[in-house]
């Protein structure tokens, strides 16, 4: 993306010849076993991420890891030096690879002192597997992926010596060929789409892989005992579709044998480009739906994958994406997601679409309008060799607004909600201006503006065909305070509070809740309930109403809505208003 790009360059810039070594006096080390405990022999050990703040010190971490509420997100926030990919399988190669001696022990050096490493451990008849450990010694530190699904994937942080437990493997070999020809496919790449076991489908991409070889014959080593799912990709040559399929496996048994018929669709190509300054779109992805009740579908309906950003944009703007006869849409989502708005063309799209969801009924997923920045149908015969498809970026009207005080003085710096017409979300200001992008008079915008120094806030719904001398006066903000009890009036601990999207997507008029200054994992903003069901919400607009549901962290919990818990009595600027008791009440009870 470009924010990371313009960080990369400001880096090379301001570089200088000296290199900054660190103390390496603390070595991984340890053994890797196998579920009975005896010792893997030859297992590799690569390291695919080496992260580190900028002290070079991992106090500050490990304080963080220890607290009851910290999850993966928010202690990784800390560590903001780093090496390597984050999925994918991928090494980094300069770094030797380590291979356990017969006694499955190994020694990893070179790595530095206070790192958070990231390996990839595989080897024979073991599942291949990330391990994450840091060089520091200690003991293990265990924390949820998200705080608000903490029943969910948790990471695991080894200290600097320790023993990994691998699971077992079983191998999956087959032929890969054309679903109609039956010729064997060279050069087709086979990767771990989802493993047995992994309940986050991203972290498993690409962590098993092979290629077939010149007879279209592959061997898949490491995957785990269970249910996995494998994602065949396109030799790039070649407009075969992604395709997937489950390789179950079972312990004992002899070499799973999996063949593959890849289809052969249509090669879909064109250019994305702005509209304003005809310069090309550097930089996106692009993606394939086919229609539901597409004829050409249903023999590989259950079959037909999706893989984020395989598909992409080149440097020119230009593209190629195999698609299949009959109706689908082509989709392409910007690298610069802030400047672009979502869902164009979709108006021009006659497909069957589910309103509720603002999507289209697709496959291989539902196509949710708002996740894309433009989309096109395409329809293309079945004989048909290409299908020429361009895709004009426009980012609409900009608006620029004055955020000022009572006193009509410019506010230095906040936040506010608005620059875009989707996907709400807070953005910074400064020099008491902000802007909005994409503005269409048919679609009015809800602006919010909070300065918490001073805790005051604004707000703007702008509906004029053309609009001008645009300003948000602040004022103080309010508050509320409450508890959140069950219906025998216990409290409710571990509740998150937050927006009802189906309502403010709706409604401008509605308000959204203000950016919660303790929340650290980022997305949608939410309030947790305490261990006594008590709420603090700062930085409500006076005069406002706002739409809240309520939904329990713990695993199956339940949500509801508690719709306007000001019950149609708004806020006055500055005030503290406390709501006692709020009840708890699960979706379907009385």
Known sequence: PPGFLNQARERIHNATSTFQLVADDTPLTGRVVNIEGQPVAGASLRVTQLNYSETGSLDEWEKAAEKSEADFYEIRMLLTKSLGNDVGGATLEYIPTVV??????????????????????????????????RTRKGKIIEVPVQASNPWREKMVYHPSEFTYVAGPSHPVSGVVRDSKTHQPLPGVKLQSYRLAGRSTSGWSEGLVQTVTDDQGRYRLEGLPIGKNEVICLNPKDQPYLLSK???????????????????????????????????????????????????????????????????????????????????????????????????????????????QMNAFNTVPYLLIISNFHIMAEVNPAEDAKSVQLDFPFDSGRSLQIKVIKQDSKAVNSGNYIGLMEEFPSWNGFENGQLIIRGYRPEQPRRVQAIEPESKQVGYLLIDEEDPSDLKITLEPWAEITGRLVDESGGPKANVMLSDVYQVISKDPNVALLPPNPEQKSGGSVSYPTDKNGRFQIRGLIPGKIYSVSAKETRKNGSDFQLGDFLNGKPLKPGEIRDLGDVQFKPEGSE
């Open 245 to 355: 399929f489950v390789a179950e496996t079972s312990a004992g048994l002899p070499v799973l044998k999996k063949d593959v018929d890849l289809t052969r669709g249509i090669w879909a190509e064109g250019r994305a480009y702005d509209m304003a300054s005809s310069e090309p779109i550097r930089g996106g992805r692009v993606d394939y739906f086919a229609f539901n009740d597409n004829p050409f579908l249903q023999p590989v309906k259950k079959s037909l994958a999706h893989l984020t950003a395989h598909h992409t944009l080149h440097s020119d703007g230009t593209y190629r994406i195999p698609v299949l006869p009959g109706p689908g849409i082509v989709t392409v989502m910007a690298d610069e997601h802030m400047k672009y708005q979502r869902g164009k063309g979709a108006e021009n799209i006659k497909g069957k679409k589910y309103r």
């Open 100 to 133: 356990t001696d017969r006694n499955g022990r190994f020694t990893f050096k070179g790595l530095g002192r206070e790192r958070i490493v990231k390996l990839l451990i595989s080897g024979p008849g073991i599942a291949t597997s990330y391990v994450v450990a």
